[in-house]
């Protein structure tokens, strides 16, 4: 399984954008990027996920670099309901169902 | 309109006792799984059934008994229960399709005295 690399915290203002960085410099040519987010007391929530081109839906903007070693998970916008736990997962490919495989995530407090 | 739903939300029982947490889901998914997510706050998967069928058994003690009565409900059975059973247990499901996100429920916090 390839491992990704998450800073343990970051702080963010009310409103800015969040940066959320990951490293995933072993991932193979065919695995995914996957961002999840869990708030507190609730289950994980998908936020996006990607394979080499940058994608972008209502929650947030996913920046993958060229080599695939590392991204950037973006919440343009961030209010304080997105204060959580960030995942990044690459996904372990599997031919029915996969398995995530989950670190210990960034904590990410936004501030007002 | 709970996408994944558990129950119980919460279940303090006593060490030796047998307990059972349920899950359904009504987003028509095919694959179902449990994680555990324990006091460090690592979420590790447990299980995975698709279609009625298991398809991932991680390094689960075999007092653990997942059951699946149809490919809308994934049952957690636990014998025996320990102290180290505390932790919370969560419920998820996809769609089929290899790269299809999960969708979670909102979990089950076990608690052994």
């Known amino acids: 399984d390839a491992k990704t690399t998450q800073p343990p915290s970051m702080d963010c203002a009310e409103g800015r954008a969040a940066n959320l960085p990951c490293n995933h410099s072993t991932i193979s040519g065919n695995e995914y990027v996957y961002w999840y987010r869990q708030i507190h007391s609730q289950g994980p929530q998908y936020i996006i996920h990607?394979?080499?081109n940058n994608e972008t839906n209502e929650m947030a903007s996913l920046i993958i670099t060229e080599d695939r070693k590392s991204s950037t998970l973006i919440l343009p916008h961030a209010t304080l309901r997105d204060t959580a736990v960030y995942y990044c997962?690459?996904?372990?490919?599997?031919?029915?169902?996969?398995?995530?495989?989950f670190g210990a995530g960034t904590i990410l407090r936004v501030k007002s | 309109d709970t996408a994944v739903s558990q129950t119980p939300k919460y279940l303090v029982t006593q060490m030796g006792n047998d307990k059972s947490i349920k899950c359904e889901q009504n987003?028509?998914?095919?694959?179902m799984y449990w994680y555990k997510q324990d006091s460090k706050k690592f979420l590790k998967i447990m299980f995975s059934y698709n279609n009625k069928e298991l398809i991932i058994n991680e390094t689960v003690p075999n007092r653990f008994s997942p059951k699946s009565p149809d490919k809308a409900h994934l049952n957690l059975h636990i014998n025996s229960l320990e102290l180290g059973d505390s932790a919370v247990y969560f419920c998820?499901?996809?769609?089929?399709?290899?790269?299809?996100?999960?969708?979670f429920g909102d979990g089950t916090r076990l608690s052994i005295l």
């Open positions: 998820a499901s996809s769609p089929p399709g290899r790269y299809q996100p999960q969708h």
């Open positions: 997962i690459v996904r372990v490919h599997m031919e029915y169902g996969n398995k995530l495989v």
């Open positions: 987003l028509g998914h095919d694959t």
């Open positions: 990607g394979l080499k």
